[in-house]
C-alpha cells in the first residue's frame, strides 16, 4: 500500500498492535545515505516513541514495525547527520484502525464443537428453506394458472 510517495506498508490497513512492514524511498533514499532510521510514534501526543535503524535494499530502507495503540502512526526519517525527512514539518500521519475482537478467537476458549455443529445445521436449514420459498414462488402461479407443462423426455414423444 503506498499510501503517500515513496512510502510504502506491505499492508492496506494500519491496524494497532500488529507488525507492518514499511519501505522508505524519499528524499535520505534518494540522496545515498548510508543510515536511515524511522522517528515514530502513536496518537496526536507521539506516545511511546522509538527509533529504529532501517535495513538499506535495493528497494529502499525498509524496517518492520511494532504499531502501538492511538488513534495515528506518526513518524518521520533521519540520517544520522542532521538530516530529517519530515514531510517539510508536517510529520507522516496515518490513521490507526482498532483492533476487530469479535473475529478474534482466543487461544484459551475452548470452541465448542456443539456450537460449531448447530450453526452447520442452522445455516443448512436456511438454505432449505429459502430453496422451498423459491420454487413455490416460481412455480405455484404457474400450476394454478394451468400454464405448468412438464417437459417432455425424448421417451415419451
Given at each position: 500500500m503506498e499510501l503517500t510517495k515513496n512510502i510504502?506498508?506491505?499492508?492496506?490497513?494500519?491496524?494497532?498492535?500488529?507488525?507492518?512492514k514499511i519501505s522508505y524511498t524519499g528524499k535520505l533514499f534518494q540522496e545515498a545515505s548510508e543510515e536511515v532510521s524511522i522517528h515514530?510514534?502513536?496518537?496526536?501526543?507521539?506516545?511511546?516513541?522509538?527509533?529504529i535503524?532501517?535495513?538499506?535494499?535495493?528497494?529502499?530502507?525498509?524496517?518492520?514495525?511494532?504499531?502501538?495503540?492511538?488513534?495515528?502512526?506518526?513518524?518521520?526519517?533521519?540520517?544520522?547527520?542532521?538530516?530529517w525527512d519530515n514531510n517539510n514539518g508536517q510529520n507522516y500521519i496515518?490513521?490507526?484502525?482498532?483492533?476487530?475482537?469479535?473475529l478474534l478467537v482466543l487461544?484459551?476458549?475452548?470452541v465448542a464443537?456443539?456450537?460449531a455443529r448447530k450453526l452447520r445445521r442452522s445455516y443448512l436449514w436456511s438454505k432449505k428453506v429459502r430453496l422451498a420459498v423459491y420454487k413455490i414462488i416460481t412455480y405455484l402461479p404457474?400450476?394454478?394458472?394451468?400454464?405448468?407443462?412438464?417437459k417432455?423426455?425424448?421417451?415419451?414423444n
Open positions: 510504502f506498508f506491505n499492508t492496506d490497513k494500519l491496524v494497532e498492535n500488529s507488525k507492518v515514530y510514534g502513536f496518537g496526536i501526543n507521539w506516545n511511546n516513541i522509538n527509533d535503524e532501517m535495513e538499506k535494499t535495493d528497494l529502499g530502507f525498509q524496517a518492520e514495525i511494532n504499531l502501538g495503540e492511538g488513534d495515528t502512526f506518526n513518524f518521520c526519517f533521519n540520517d544520522g547527520n542532521g538530516n496515518f490513521p490507526l484502525e482498532k483492533v476487530q475482537n469479535e487461544e484459551d476458549e475452548p464443537l456443539g456450537s404457474k400450476i394454478i394458472s394451468g400454464n405448468y407443462k412438464r417432455l423426455s425424448n421417451n415419451e
